[in-house]
């Protein structure tokens, strides 16, 4: 006895093949959203697990001078003292720094509500930690004001741009790094982050016309 086929000359009984992998277009945003959580996981896992006891207070030191955006602040407040260019590019720097700042916590973390990692299952060393934050992950608002500043100040005096940006790709790394977010945060809080710079600069440049 043979099983029934289908109008394909494909067997259509029990003993079909089973049906194979569905489609990566058929699963859906959902899936791939889940897919991207799993390596945004595991990176930040390969980060804890990674001993660095040489850069681990250095890099704790910088997480804490960036929070509320002091280590932007002081170099805003020294650029200022610098002429006429410098005191543009401080004040493009800080109005940059205001948006991200509005925009990472007044919208993105309250509509992603995205949960801070579990630094303890992580086993991220405690010579790493910093006081982890009551507000949700997801974007980096550290990491955001960060680039919004670098980005804003290095358009408007080059010469900045270079030093600037290294810093901030440190601070954006040092939030991982201390355990206090994953990967994923801190892209999404640097693309934020030059969103923000280049509204300000917008702003700024319009009012110098005006």
Same mark, same amino acid.
């Given at each position: 006895?043979?099983?029934?086929?289908?109008?394909?000359?494909?067997?259509?009984?029990?003993?079909?093949?089973? $049906?194979?992998?569905?489609?990566?277009?058929?699963?859906?945003?959902?899936?791939?959203?889940? !897919?991207?959580?799993?390596?945004?996981?595991?990176?930040?896992?390969?980060?804890?697990?990674?001993?660095?006891?040489? /850069? !681990?207070?250095? /890099?704790?030191? /910088?997480?804490?001078?960036?929070?509320?955006?002091?280590?932007?602040?002081?170099?805003?407040?020294?650029? $200022?003292?610098?002429?006429?260019?410098?005191?543009?590019?401080?004040?493009?720097?800080?109005?940059?720094?205001?948006? $991200?700042?509005?925009?990472?916590?007044?919208?993105?973390?309250?509509?992603?509500?995205?949960?801070?990692?579990?630094?303890?299952?992580?086993?991220?060393?405690?010579?790493?930690?910093?006081?982890?934050?009551?507000?949700?992950?997801?974007?980096?608002?550290?990491?955001?004001?960060?680039?919004?500043? $670098?980005?804003?100040?290095?358009?408007?005096?080059?010469?900045?741009?270079?030093? /600037?940006?290294?810093?901030?790709?440190?601070?954006?790394?040092?939030?991982?790094?201390?355990?206090?977010?994953?990967?994923?945060?801190?892209?999404?809080?640097?693309?934020?982050?030059?969103?923000?710079?280049?509204?300000?600069?917008?702003?700024?440049?319009?009012?110098?016309?005006?």
């Amino acid at each position: 006895m043979t099983e029934p086929t289908d109008a394909d000359g494909g067997t259509t009984g029990p003993l079909a093949p089973a $049906a194979g992998p569905v489609p990566a277009r058929r699963r859906g945003p959902a899936a791939v959203l889940g !897919d991207l959580r799993a390596v945004d996981g595991a990176l930040y896992a390969a980060v804890a697990a990674t001993p660095t006891p040489t /850069l !681990d207070r250095a /890099l704790r030191r /910088l997480s804490h001078a960036a929070d509320h955006s002091r280590i932007w602040l002081a170099i805003a407040a020294a650029l $200022a003292a610098g002429g006429p260019r410098p005191r543009r590019a401080a004040l493009a720097g800080v109005g940059a720094v205001a948006v $991200a700042s509005a925009s990472a916590d007044l919208l993105g973390k309250r509509l992603v509500r995205r949960a801070r990692p579990d630094r303890e299952a992580a086993r991220v060393t405690v010579d790493r930690h910093v006081p982890m934050p009551a507000s949700a992950s997801f974007p980096s608002g550290h990491t955001a004001s960060a680039v919004a500043f $670098a980005v804003a100040v290095g358009v408007v005096l080059p010469g900045a741009a270079v030093p /600037l940006g290294v810093l901030a790709s440190a601070v954006g790394y040092s939030r991982v790094h201390t355990g206090v977010h994953y990967p994923g945060d801190v892209a999404a809080g640097a693309v934020l982050g030059i969103a923000s710079a280049a509204v300000a600069l917008a702003v700024s440049s319009a009012a110098a016309r005006s």
